[in-house]
Every structure is written in C-alpha cells, then in structure tokens.
C-alpha cells in the first residue's frame, strides 16, 4: 500500500530562510521523526494563511503533505508562541541558542522525544526567568544525556577508580571525569572542582525546575558555562554561533536599537 500522502506533525520551529520568491524553507524539530525540513509554499505572501506562523521558537501542530523532495507545509496552527520570551531580546538569544543546538545534534527522520521535551521544558523556563543562566546549563547537561554522550561523573572514565571527593579532571572527548593519575594521550582535559562536579550530580538527578533553584556564585557559574558549552561545542564540532552573540549582550552594554 502506498503511504498516506499527508500526516500531522508537531513541531518547534527551529529556523527558515527565504525560498524562491515567496516560499520559506522551515528547519523544525517534531516529537515523532526529529529534524525536519520543509516548505512553506507563498508563506512570505501577506495574504497567505501561513504568514506570521512560522517564526522560530514556535510550537507548531502542522498538516504536511510529501513533497518529490521536500515535504509541503500545508496548514500551521500555533500551539504555544511562547512570546512573553520573544519580548526580551536575551529570552530570544537563548532561545535561539537552544534551537540552534537542537539543529545540530537533532537527526533527520530520526525520533527523539527526550530532546523534544526538554526543549519546551527549557523554554518556560527561561520564559520565567530570562536572566537566570540555569535552564542554559541544564538544557546543555540533558543534551549531552539525551544524544547518548553522557558524561560519566562517578567513576574514572580511565581506570574506573571510584572519584574520592576532591578536584578531579573532566575531558570532553573521552566521556567525563577523570581521576588525577590519569592522562590518556588524547584527552582534552581541563580541572573540575568538586564544587562544580557536585552540581552537575545535581543537574543529573534534578528536573529543572529544581535546577532553576540553584544560586551559584560567578566563579562556580563561569566554571559550569565554560565546561559545558565546551563539551556540547566539541561534539557539534564548531563554535555555536548565538553563544558568541550571548557573550557579547552580557560583556556589552547594549546598542540603542536593541531597546
Ligand atoms: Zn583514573
């Protein structure tokens, strides 16, 4: 039997960009085949019923009708706009990070309702607090959980010694922490205070609200920012561009426009 020429999904939208005169090709995230990438055909027509409906950071349910090449985006509802966070140009910088994270470790047709949960999950949370860095912190942890990249943070990932409580060492590359006798060859290693080990224990048994909780100082802050976004920066293999422009809104005051 052939397959049904159209289905309903729902999808975040992730991103689009203009195509041909009219049409937008949409980069969206589904809870049932992972990353998907279609068209919506006149979306950018003022009269079309698309318009408007496809914004990234938007929780979409969709008719879609397969395409030769791409699938069609047939009919849009919104779900859930989420636009008090689209009201704060941080809200929509971390968000956008988000979305860009999830466009770079999010498979096509390929499901993972884990990454879809925590990316809703992670957008109320900083739609109630755009200023707070914890929802950034748990969303990176549970990426790397929820993409099967979990760094191990009980043993030596080397010997397998059970960790003492003390500084230890943590390399992205070969999986989490490492005992202090331990240098394997091609390690990427970096010092991880116990301080910091013990919140990312906590980031792995909490939910994030309980996460969203926590009140680290700066210090404890820049070592849990820095550790993570660079084991999530490794395994996507480049520098995550909304990451640069975050740094930037918070080293600089910010330009008359953004007001
Ligand atoms: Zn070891």
């Known amino acids: 039997m052939a397959p049904p ?5 729902e999808a975040i939208i992730l991103s689009y960009t203009p195509l041909g005169e009219a049409d937008l090709l949409v980069t969206m995230f589904t809870r049932d085949q992972g990353k998907v990438r279609a068209v919506g055909k006149g979306a950018r027509r003022s009269t079309s019923k698309l318009v408007g409906h496809l914004e990234p950071l938007t929780l979409m349910r969709m008719s879609m009708a397969h395409g030769r090449s791409m699938d069609i985006i047939s009919q849009a509802e919104v779900v859930q706009s989420f ?36 990316m809703i999950e992670t957008l109320l949370a900083i739609e109630t607090d755009p200023e707070s860095d914890m929802p950034l912190r748990f969303f990176e942890f549970h990426l ?94 480049k520098e995550i561009r909304s990451n640069s422009f975050l740094e930037r809104l918070n080293n600089e005051s910010l330009p008359e426009v953004y007001i």
Not at 5 to 9: E, N, Q, S
Request: proline fraction near 4%; charge should be negative.
């Open 144 to 237: 790397l959980q929820v993409s099967g990249l979990m760094p191990e943070l009980y043993h030596c990932v080397e010997c397998r010694a059970e960790l003492e409580p003390d500084a230890h060492r943590f390399s992205p590359n070969v999986g989490g922490t490492l005992c202090l006798d331990c240098n394997p060859e091609d390690a990427h290693l970096r010092l991880l205070s116990l301080r910091a080990l013990k919140v990312l224990r906590l980031l792995d048994r909490s939910d994030i609200a309980a996460a969203c909780k926590l009140s680290l100082d700066d210090s404890l802050a820049a070592e849990l920012k820095s550790l993570l976004s660079t084991t999530v920066s490794y395994w996507l293999g």
């Open 5 to 9: 020429r159209t289905y309903r999904c």
């Open 83 to 118: 636009s008090k966070l689209k009201e704060d140009l941080t809200g929509i910088t971390k968000g956008l990070y988000l979305a860009e994270l999830v466009d770079g470790f999010g498979a096509e047709d390929s499901a993972n309702p884990e990454l879809y949960r925590l």
